[in-house]
């Protein structure tokens, strides 16, 4: 006799959007936690532990540069070993490391902790996206990622302005006691509810020859290279803003830490309304045609803030219209652009997921840091990185050569 959870597992695709969807959701929704929550507190650690803006901006670049590395790790791991086992170790390492990082002592252990954090983030983000792959062929599956990656996006929305009220009711360690509960309560999830989805598990996934030889032959395919290039364009815009909005809204624009989740959860709302096209446009003009629509609003809303900057204007509309206008872009891009990179991969969705996404934050580790260190009290760094990013993905999806030939043959 089998259980109701193996009579989901090996349900149909119509039971994923049912019985997995807010379980795809809350894996997802652990990153933005992770990353958003805290945000309002990042003068406010900086001040707690007297160092630098770029010092303080670690606590986030390590943790993304953590989730880079990780994935090359989590995704042969979840092509071995199924998706289950792996997201619960990913949510008990999140929890533990979160509860450490709330009675941090110094600023060099809560990097270090923060590191560890992102691992099993990356953990259960990396479960969660193949499991989508897992249920769905890659057109289908980017409108269940666009539903998914709209309904999570009530955590970047809500988190920020939690955080806030958080940082100024309880301080800086009370944020990082609430991303716990968070993870406590997916923990709890993939315990009793999450089914094993992965039905062709590869015993040789981890081996480091056939590893190399499974990521060398992925980042071989132009269709795997092109779509990760406009992933990872788009993933870099939005890190940008996470990584300089708290300084230049709470700093430069005298915005008070309460009123900053207020910004941000805006913003994001861009994302929610580009997501919300996307579920319902992608069927009819493909990936290639949404990505390129994305493109175009993503370059001319990053030109936008930079003339903004240029010009001297220097206000919370200035910095929120044009970025709002990103995160639509971001909502229409990313959704395609990843399952069009692990879509010719099916018995290798762990892996391609994890090449892409180590190649995606890889370089937001950089933007972090270009964020970090060319702060200079004014929102142009911040402007011009992100016009900067915006225009090369913009660029990217007319471009590409890949993009180009199916573009063509759609």
């Known amino acids: 006799m089998t259980t109701p959870l193996q009579r989901n597992a090996s349900g149909s695709d119509g039971e994923m959007s049912v019985s997995l969807i807010f379980i795809v959701i809350g894996f997802m929704a652990l990153q933005p936690i992770a990353t958003d929550l805290y945000l309002a507190s990042m003068p406010a650690i900086g001040d707690h532990f007297n160092v630098s803006v770029a010092a303080t901006q670690l606590t986030l670049s390590i943790f993304i540069a953590g989730f880079a590395v990780a994935q090359l790790i989590a995704g042969p791991l979840t092509d071995r070993f199924g998706r289950r086992p792996v997201a619960i170790g990913g949510c008990a390492l999140y929890v533990v490391s979160t509860l450490v990082a709330a009675l941090a002592g110094s600023l060099e252990t809560l990097i270090a902790v ?105 980042f071989k395919s132009a269709q795997f ?81 930079l003339a903004l900057s240029l010009a001297g204007v220097q206000s919370i509309a200035a910095l929120a219209v044009p970025m709002f206008f990103v995160m639509v872009a971001h909502g229409l891009l990313q959704p395609s652009s990843q399952m069009g990179a692990i879509g010719p991969f099916p018995r290798e969705a762990g892996a391609a997921a994890a090449l892409a996404g180590f190649l995606m934050h890889a370089a937001a580790v950089l933007v972090g840091i270009r964020v970090g260190t060319s702060f200079d009290g004014t929102t142009l760094p911040l402007a011009l990185t992100t016009a900067s990013i915006t225009t090369l993905t913009a660029l990217g999806a007319f471009l590409l050569p890949a993009l180009r030939e199916r573009a063509a043959t759609a």
């Open 114 to 218: 923060r590191f560890v954090q992102s691992v099993g983030t990356c953990c259960v983000v990396i479960c969660a996206r193949a499991i989508v792959r897992d249920r769905h062929a890659p057109e289908q599956a980017a409108q269940v990622m666009a539903r998914a990656l709209a309904w999570m996006a009530l955590a970047p929305i809500t988190g920020p302005w939690i955080g806030g009220w958080l940082q100024e009711v309880f301080g800086w360690r009370a944020n990082f006691v609430a991303i716990a509960l968070a993870g406590a309560l997916m923990l709890w999830a993939a315990f009793t509810r999450l089914p094993e989805t992965n039905q062709h598990r590869n015993p040789t996934a981890t081996q480091p020859r056939e590893l190399a030889k499974t990521y060398l032959r992925i």
């Open 225 to 305: 290279r092109s779509h990760t290039f406009i992933a990872t364009g788009t993933y870099c815009a939005l890190f940008s803003f996470i990584s300089g909005s708290p300084f230049v809204a709470i700093r430069v624009l005298e915005l008070p830490a309460r009123h900053f989740g207020l910004l941000f959860g805006g913003v994001i709302c861009g994302f929610l309304a580009g997501a919300a096209l996307g579920r319902r446009f992608i069927p009819r003009w493909g990936l290639i045609g949404t990505i390129r629509r994305g493109a175009l609003v993503t370059g001319t809303a990053g030109l936008c803030l």
